[in-house]
Every structure is written in structure tokens, then in C-alpha cells.
């Protein structure tokens, strides 16, 4: 199982990271251009000191010399930080003072009398070179001069360069996070908030939460939350409405049970023991009737509030059986059961229990209150949209009973039977789950029509 990760985590990480990669980019950039400035700077006095060399360069009577005196040269060379070094050397002559161990170019390497930089080593030392060929008239020969210096001022200076640069963006990016911190700390405060105040709430609170004050962006999930809490409250008053009266329901033909089991306890003869066992069944058969609807309820609510997943169910054959089934009971009652369906079989998505129950229900309603004697058909419709039709002969329902017949536990008064009112509701409920429009056909005094039409808009 995966580690739930943390909201507050991954903000600071999104906003901290590209600032942290900005200040790298940006010491990177400024350790470049700090290098670049003062490799220039020193650069520029090594040349002039090469060229200042240059100018002790002579030539009398075609002969080269070179005349430094020693205190020049040591003045020169004096530096409190850095070593420095120099060469002479002609084309003719070869080396003509300075430090001989000093890296220098060929002379054929240098072009037009442009200066050339180098990086070597002397004596265990890194050092920047610069050489410079000069000509000195009238001589026509080359003499080179060449000048280094090791490297400790250029690194010092960029090193101050490097903190000056730095250290403000270091405490930019302090700065910076502290606030990103307190930021993401102040923007989940509401949710924070939000989780606090439903925790506090009773299990029975369905009351929608307050968001007046609420941010926009978390206005979207108290109003999903309003939503859930909307359709909870809607569904407890739905269940605990079913619950009493499921109660009330069961609680006359179990209190008639216990009634005729106490008398047969009591029955001094035969016949009256039998006929009250006949009673004891007969509520029996009531019970474990209510008890059956309300399990098909109970599946019919459980595959609803899932996705359900529907199969190809042949409405011809689901007929055709449960009217051989039902035959029996309406021959019981003197009813003639007919059936009408193509040849070919008519398809439709969906749960084939629950739509078996369905057309069960409306057979038991047609037979439990039609006239004795009378005619139930149950016909199948291909086209234009597949559909279920049961018709009877019996006393009708009235114009303003036909919506009320679909609510639980409701019966038309006067009606006879011995119903719980939860047939036509399981009928709805089937009916809606299937996306199947339900229409009721009946002038109130004979005849009703059922038609269940599936896939309609």
C-alpha cells in the first residue's frame, strides 16, 4: 500500500526546488563571469608588463641586448602575494635573461605582433603567461618577451567577487523560503480549518457547511461535500422511513402469528388446532412474502448505488418462463394467462434477476387483484424500442392513485388482496435502474396496462 503523500511536501518541493536551481544557475553564471573579468583585468597588467620589458629591448650595430639593472628587476619582481617571472630570448641568441625554466612559444607562433596568453608551470607553480614579440630597429630580429605570474590574486579576487555575489542571493533564498513556508502554511489553513469543523460535527448533522469565508479554490470541495451531505441526509430519512414501516409491516402478521400459535396451544380439538395452524400459515406465508420484497429492495438499491454491470437478456425467453411459472397460481384463481412475443429473440442490458422479479411482481399484482375468471397478457415488443407489457381485465386504478400506486407500502384503499405495497415500488425501482420508462394505462373501472419500454429517452 502506498505511502500517502503530503500536500504541504509537495508544494514546498514544487516551489522550493526551482528557486534553489535558479540561485545554482545564478552562482554558476556569476562564478563564469567573475573568472571572466578578472582572468581580463590581470590580464591586461600582464601585458603591460610584458611591454614595459619590451621597451628595454635594444639594438646597436645589429646586435640585440637587453640592459635591465638588478634593482630594476627586483623591483620588478616584487610582489607580496604572487610570484613573478619573466623571459628574454631572441631569434638569433636564444634565452637572454629572466627564468629560463619559464614556458614560452615558438616565435613562429605568434602572428601580426598579437599578444599571446597561455596557462603553465614553473617551479610547482600554476601561472598565467603572456608573450608579446617585439622587432627593435634597426635590427630586423625577433626577440621574444614573455611574463608570468602565479595565481593567487586572480582566485582572491574571485572569490570576493563570488561572496559578494552570493551572499545576498543565499539570503534572498532564505528570505524567499521562509515566506514560501508561512505561504503554504496560510494557504492550507482552510483545509485544515475545514477537516477541523467536520470533525466536530455529529454523525447525524447533514446541515450544509459554511463557506462564506472559504477561498475559492476550496469553495469547489465544500460544495461537493454540501452535495454528499445533501444526497447522506436524503438517503438516512429514506432508510429509516423504510425501516418503520417495514416494521409496521411485519409486525401485524407476526403478532397474528403468535395470536394462532397461542390458540393452538390452547384448541381442545383437532379442528380448531388445524384451523389454527391454517391461520399460522397463512401469516407465515404473509412474512416470508414482505421479508422476499424487501430483499429484492435491498439488491435492487444495492446494484444502484454500484456501477452496475448488465448482460444481454433475452426478454422473450424471461417472459416466457415466468408465465409458465405464474400459470399455476392464476388457474388457482379461475385467470387465463396469455403470452405474445416474436419468434427471434428481443436483447436488452441488463440485470436478468431483478428484471425476472419485476415482471414477477406485476403477474402477483395482476392476479392478486384481478376478477376471478378474468384474462392477464403478457406480450413482448420488438420495435420501436424493446418493451414489456403486461394487461389485465381487473377493476383498474383510478387517475389519482396511478402515481401513488409506485410509493412503498401504499395500497388503494378498498382494494382486496393481502399485499405489503411493495410490488409496483420494487417495479419502479427495477424500471429506473434500467434507464426503462414505466407508464400505467387504466380508465379506473376495468382494465390496467403496464409497459415497461426500455431504452426510451
Not at 645589429?62 to 623591483?75: G, Y
Not at 601580426?112 to 608579446?132: A, Q
Request: glycine share 6%; aromatic share 6%; proline share 5%.
Amino acid at each position: 500500500m502506498n505511502k500517502p503523500q503530503s500536500l504541504r511536501r509537495q508544494l514546498l518541493s514544487k516551489l522550493t526546488l526551482p528557486l534553489v536551481f535558479v540561485v545554482l544557475l545564478g552562482a554558476g553564471s556569476s562564478y563564469f563571469v567573475a573568472m571572466h573579468y578578472t582572468d581580463l583585468a590581470y590580464d591586461r597588467w600582464l601585458l603591460d608588463s610584458a611591454k614595459s620589458l619590451a621597451q628595454e629591448v635594444h639594438a646597436k650595430q645589429n646586435h640585440v641586448t637587453f640592459d635591465l639593472p638588478p634593482i630594476a628587476v627586483e623591483v620588478f619582481r616584487w610582489d607580496d602575494v604572487d610570484k613573478t617571472f619573466f623571459k628574454v630570448e631572441s631569434q638569433g641568441e636564444g634565452f637572454m635573461a629572466g627564468d629560463a625554466d619559464l614556458p614560452s612559444p615558438a616565435l613562429a607562433s605568434l602572428k601580426n605582433n598579437e599578444p599571446l596568453f597561455s596557462n603553465g608551470e614553473i617551479d610547482g607553480h600554476e601561472v598565467r603567461i603572456v608573450s608579446v614579440l617585439t622587432r627593435p630597429m634597426p635590427s630586423s630580429e625577433s626577440v621574444l618577451v614573455s611574463v608570468a605570474e602565479t595565481l593567487n590574486k586572480r582566485y582572491s579576487m574571485m572569490t570576493e567577487i563570488l561572496l559578494a555575489v552570493l551572499l545576498p542571493q543565499v539570503l534572498l533564498l532564505f528570505i524567499t523560503g521562509f515566506h514560501v513556508w508561512t505561504g503554504v502554511k496560510r494557504g492550507l489553513r482552510p483545509l485544515n480549518d475545514l477537516a477541523g469543523h467536520l470533525a466536530e460535527r455529529s454523525a447525524r448533522d447533514f446541515n450544509p457547511i459554511l463557506d462564506a469565508d472559504v477561498p475559492l479554490e476550496v469553495r469547489s470541495l465544500t460544495h461537493t461535500i454540501n452535495d454528499l451531505l445533501q444526497r447522506l441526509g436524503s438517503t438516512l430519512i429514506t432508510q429509516q422511513r423504510f425501516i418503520e414501516n417495514a416494521a409496521h409491516q411485519l409486525r401485524t402478521p407476526l403478532a397474528g402469528l403468535k395470536l394462532q400459535a397461542e390458540r393452538a396451544l390452547g384448541a381442545d380439538s383437532p379442528e380448531a388446532m388445524k384451523a389454527a395452524l391454517w391461520h399460522i400459515k397463512h401469516a407465515a406465508d404473509r412474512v416470508a412474502h414482505l421479508s422476499t420484497q424487501l430483499l429484492v429492495l435491498a439488491r435492487s438499491e444495492a446494484v444502484s448505488q454500484s456501477a452496475p454491470e448488465f448482460k444481454a437478456v433475452d426478454l422473450v425467453k424471461l417472459a416466457r418462463e415466468s408465465c409458465m411459472d405464474w400459470a399455476p397460481r392464476g388457474l388457482d384463481r379461475d385467470i387465463e394467462l396469455g403470452f405474445d412475443a416474436p419468434d427471434a429473440a428481443v436483447k436488452v442490458a441488463g440485470d436478468e434477476v431483478l428484471l425476472r422479479e419485476l415482471l414477477s411482481n406485476l403477474l402477483d399484482n395482476a392476479i392478486c387483484y384481478g376478477n376471478s375468471g378474468g384474462h392477464i397478457s403478457v406480450s413482448v415488443q420488438p420495435s420501436p424500442q424493446a418493451a414489456l407489457i403486461v394487461e389485465d381485465d381487473g377493476p383498474g386504478i383510478s387517475a389519482s392513485e396511478q402515481e401513488k400506486i409506485f410509493e412503498r407500502f401504499y395500497r388503494v384503499q378498498g382494494s382486496q388482496g393481502e399485499g405489503c405495497g411493495l410490488g409496483l415500488a420494487i417495479v419502479k425501482e427495477i424500471a429506473d435502474l434500467h434507464a426503462a420508462r414505466l407508464a400505467v394505462t387504466s380508465d379506473g373501472t376495468t382494465g390496467t396496462r403496464f409497459q415497461i419500454v426500455f431504452g426510451a429517452e
